[in-house]
C-alpha cells in the first residue's frame, strides 16, 4: 500500500502569525511572492529555513511556514551559512534589509557571496531604516533628508548589485516588490542556482521613503524606466519597444532602435564578462534606464559542497575519527 503526499500550495507556507507590517508596505507584496514560489518549488516545509537578521523585513521568519530564525543584526549570513554547511539537504533562504546587511552586516554579507555558500538571500532595499523610524541608511541617496540627516546626507551610497559583483557572488539579480511576475521568475532561478544567490529586492517603505521606487513603477513611465535583463535577449525597452543600449567603448549608451544596426545592441549574457552588468548596474537613474532581472549566474562550485567532499576524502583517508582520541593527541600537561 502506498500514499502519495497532495503537492503543497501557497497557502501551506502562510503561518498563522498576524503580519504586523504598517499597512501598504512593499514586504506584504515580497511575502506573497515568496509563498507562492515556495509552492512551486515542491519542497516540503520541513525541508525549508528562513533566516533573518533585524528590521522589518526580518520579521519574516514568523510568517513563514517553514523552519525559522530571527537571528541577530547583521549576522544572518554567518548561521545561514552554519545551518546549510550542517544539513546541505536544507534550501536556506536569508531575508535581510539595506541597513542589516550593507551597514553592520556588511562583512558577514561580502564573505558568504564569495564563499559562494549555496544560501539565497534576499535584500529588501527601501533606502531607510524603517524600523527605528527613518534615519538614512548605506543606500540613501546623496542629499536624502532624514531624522539624522536633517541638512542632507553626505555619505556617498553603496551600490548593492555592485558589491555582490565585486564579492565574486556566483547569482546576481534585481526586482521589484510589486512586480510579482518577475519576482517569482527571479526567486526561481535563483532556488535553481547552486551557490550564494543574492537578489536585490526594491521595496518601498510608504511611511518613511513613500515613492522611492516610484520613476520604476508608475504604469504609464515604468517601460521607459526599465531595461529587463533576459540571457539571451537583446536589451531593447520603452513602451514602444523603440529603444535599445549599445556599448560606446566601455559606456552603455542609450539609442533609438531605428537609429542602431539591431547587431550592434548588447546581447546579454549572464556567463560573460562581469565587467558588462558591473558597468550597468552603475547607470545613473533617471538618465539612463535602471537594469532589472539577471546580472550574473555562473556555475561554480559551492562552498559547503566543497567542504563535505573534503570531510568524505578525510574519511577516507583517517577513518571515522574519534573525538576522545582527537582531545589526547599531542602534548598534553596537567595544570595544578
Known amino acids: 500500500m502506498t500514499t502519495e503526499t497532495a503537492p503543497l500550495k501557497k497557502k501551506d507556507f502562510k503561518s498563522d502569525q498576524d503580519v504586523r507590517w504598517c499597512p501598504g508596505c512593499g514586504d506584504y507584496a515580497i511575502l506573497n511572492s515568496i509563498q507562492s514560489v515556495m509552492a512551486k518549488l515542491g519542497r516540503k516545509k520541513e525541508d525549508v529555513v528562513f533566516v533573518s537578521g533585524i528590521g522589518c523585513s526580518s520579521r519574516f521568519p514568523y510568517y513563514m511556514e517553514t523552519y525559522g530564525f530571527h537571528t541577530i543584526h547583521g549576522r544572518a549570513p554567518a548561521i545561514a551559512s552554519g545551518v546549510k554547511i550542517a544539513n546541505p539537504d536544507l534550501d536556506v533562504w536569508l531575508v535581510t534589509g539595506d541597513g542589516d546587511a550593507m551597514s553592520i552586516g556588511g562583512n558577514h554579507l561580502i564573505h558568504a557571496l564569495r564563499r559562494r555558500v549555496n544560501i539565497k538571500i534576499l535584500m529588501f532595499n527601501n533606502r531607510i531604516y524603517g524600523l527605528t523610524k527613518g534615519q538614512y541608511s548605506p543606500t540613501s541617496p546623496l542629499g536624502k533628508v532624514t531624522k539624522t540627516s536633517p541638512m542632507g546626507s553626505l555619505d556617498t551610497p553603496f551600490n548593492p548589485i555592485h558589491l555582490a559583483l565585486a564579492s565574486k557572488a556566483s547569482f546576481v539579480a534585481r526586482s521589484i516588490d510589486v512586480m510579482g511576475p518577475h519576482l517569482q521568475d527571479v526567486l526561481l532561478q535563483a532556488a535553481a542556482h547552486e551557490g550564494s544567490a543574492y537578489i536585490e529586492i526594491f521595496q518601498n517603505c510608504n511611511i518613511f521613503n513613500d515613492g522611492a521606487f516610484a520613476h520604476l513603477t508608475e504604469r504609464d513611465i515604468r517601460d521607459d524606466q526599465l531595461v529587463d535583463l533576459q540571457h539571451g535577449q537583446k536589451l531593447i525597452f520603452g513602451k514602444e519597444k523603440d529603444k535599445a543600449i549599445v556599448m560606446d567603448g566601455f559606456n552603455p549608451k542609450v539609442m533609438n532602435l531605428a537609429d542602431v544596426d539591431e547587431a550592434d545592441v548588447l546581447t546579454w549574457d549572464v556567463d560573460a564578462n562581469p565587467a558588462i552588468p558591473y558597468l550597468l548596474a552603475g547607470n545613473e537613474e533617471g538618465k539612463?534606464?535602471?537594469?532589472?532581472?539577471?546580472?550574473?549566474?555562473?556555475?561554480?562550485?559551492?562552498?559547503?559542497?566543497?567542504i563535505h567532499e573534503q570531510i568524505k576524502q578525510a574519511k577516507e583517508k583517517h577513518g571515522e575519527g574519534d573525538l576522545k582520541s582527537l582531545i589526547y593527541a599531542g602534548d598534553l600537561w596537567e595544570v595544578k
Open 288 to 306: 539612463m534606464p535602471t537594469p532589472i532581472g539577471i546580472f550574473r549566474n555562473t556555475k561554480r562550485q559551492s562552498f559547503d559542497k566543497g
